[in-house]
């Protein structure tokens, strides 16, 4: 019985010995190249309905599992939640966070914990180099195990499938769609200069919605209180935005008659001059395609680069819940000569 209790204990010591020696974490990574714009695929990737729909590499192993969407696409907290058969389990996949070139997912697996993955859509020449990645945590018990199992290998052909079919679906979407850039229309308008008041910050871009939604209540109460009758919907000024950092700098305004003075807000004029104008409708966070509009339209005709992006929030979208029918006029003003 003795030496039963001390081959036993010996295993367990031995187990103990592998544990301290094992890996902690873990990382499973896989890229393909993409045709198509970095802004449209990190929007498809932004959507988890999408994910279960088009690309997971999981579906097709339970096609009858239950799926639960939360929150709105394209924004963190969007969860997806799914409960199947022993293949692909229970779970959830949260968006924690998007920045820059880069998704954050936190995967949940019932009984096995958390892991965060990404999503990188990084531009590559006329395509985009797409990256699929999970860092994995051990715990101190599972680390002895991992010395014995290749993750990349048991996950990388899954990855691969999924980027394929990614791939596929991307490609295969129609050119002309509603979203494509050449779908928009840039007229050239002059205007006499226009005075905003609001006020600037410079953060990255997931903080852009939570600095508008503070400030331009604050903003309309001061210009009813000062009996000012506003000559544009609530806007935005974009003076810098950064792809590489994720960073912008921007100011939440309202445009306003000449001479207007409100206590605590800053100004910004326009200038007069030439604005180049495109009427956008669709979530704010889908618009990059009429920006590129814009962009491709100024190449064409040799015009210098815009001094600033002005984009006026037309529609409220507290009273139309339809984002297709949301209008924003986007606007370039051009530097004079």
């Known amino acids: 019985m003795k030496k039963v209790l001390y081959v036993i204990l010996g295993i367990v010591v031995l187990y103990l010995i592998l544990c301290l020696v094992g890996p902690k974490t873990c990382e499973v990574k896989r890229s393909i190249t993409i045709k198509t714009n970095p802004e449209n695929l990190k929007t498809l990737l932004g959507d988890l309905k999408f994910f279960q729909e088009k690309w997971s590499p999981w579906t097709e192993r339970d096609p009858n599992m239950k799926t639960a969407y939360e929150g709105e696409a394209g924004k963190p907290g969007h969860k997806y939640?799914?409960?199947?058969?022993?293949?692909?389990?229970?779970?959830?996949?949260?968006?924690?966070?998007?920045?820059?070139?880069?998704?954050?997912?936190?995967?949940?697996?019932?009984?096995?914990?958390?892991?965060?993955?990404?999503?990188?859509?990084?531009?590559?020449?006329?395509?985009?180099?797409?990256?699929?990645?999970?860092?994995?945590?051990?715990?101190?018990?599972?680390?002895?195990?991992?010395?014995?199992?290749?993750?990349?290998?048991?996950?990388?052909?899954?990855?691969?499938?999924?980027?394929?079919?990614?791939?596929?679906?991307?490609?295969?979407?129609?050119?002309?769609?509603?979203?494509?850039?050449?779908?928009?229309?840039?007229?050239?308008?002059?205007?006499?200069?226009k005075l905003f008041i609001g006020i600037k910050g410079t953060f990255t871009f997931e903080k852009i919605q939570p600095f508008f939604a503070e400030n331009y209540p604050k903003l309309m109460t001061d210009i009813q209180k000062a009996k000012i009758e506003p000559l544009m919907a609530p806007s935005a000024i974009y003076f810098k935005w950064d792809e590489q950092k994720g960073e912008t700098e921007c100011a939440a305004v309202m445009c306003v008659p000449e001479n207007t003075n409100?206590?605590?807000?800053?100004?910004?004029?326009?200038?007069?001059?030439?604005?180049?104008?495109?009427?956008?409708?669709?979530?704010?966070?889908?618009?990059?395609?009429?920006?590129?509009?814009?962009?491709?339209?100024?190449?064409?005709?040799?015009?210098?680069?815009?001094?600033?992006?002005?984009?006026?929030?037309?529609?409220?979208?507290?009273?139309?819940?339809?984002?297709?029918?949301?209008?924003?006029?986007?606007?370039?003003?051009?530097?004079?000569?």
């Open 262 to 337: 409100i206590k605590g807000w800053d100004k910004f004029n326009s200038g007069t001059g030439k604005v180049l104008h495109i009427e956008y409708y669709g979530a704010y966070q889908k618009s990059m395609n009429a920006h590129m509009a814009m962009d491709e339209y100024m190449k064409k005709n040799n015009l210098p680069m815009q001094s600033m992006v002005v984009e006026e929030y037309v529609t409220d979208p507290m009273t139309e819940k339809d984002t297709t029918k949301w209008l924003t006029n986007i606007y370039y003003v051009l530097p004079n000569k």
């Open 81 to 193: 939640s799914w409960e199947g058969n022993s293949e692909v389990g229970k779970g959830t996949l949260e968006i924690l966070k998007i920045e820059g070139d880069s998704v954050i997912q936190n995967l949940h697996f019932d009984g096995m914990g958390d892991s965060r993955v990404y999503l990188v859509a990084a531009k590559a020449n006329e395509t985009t180099e797409m990256t699929w990645g999970i860092n994995i945590e051990f715990g101190f018990f599972g680390r002895g195990m991992m010395l014995f199992m290749n993750m990349d290998k048991m996950m990388g052909a899954d990855f691969e499938n999924g980027l394929n079919k990614l791939k596929t679906a991307v490609e295969s979407m129609p050119a002309s769609s509603d979203e494509s850039a050449l779908a928009y229309e840039v007229k050239e308008v002059n205007w006499e200069n």
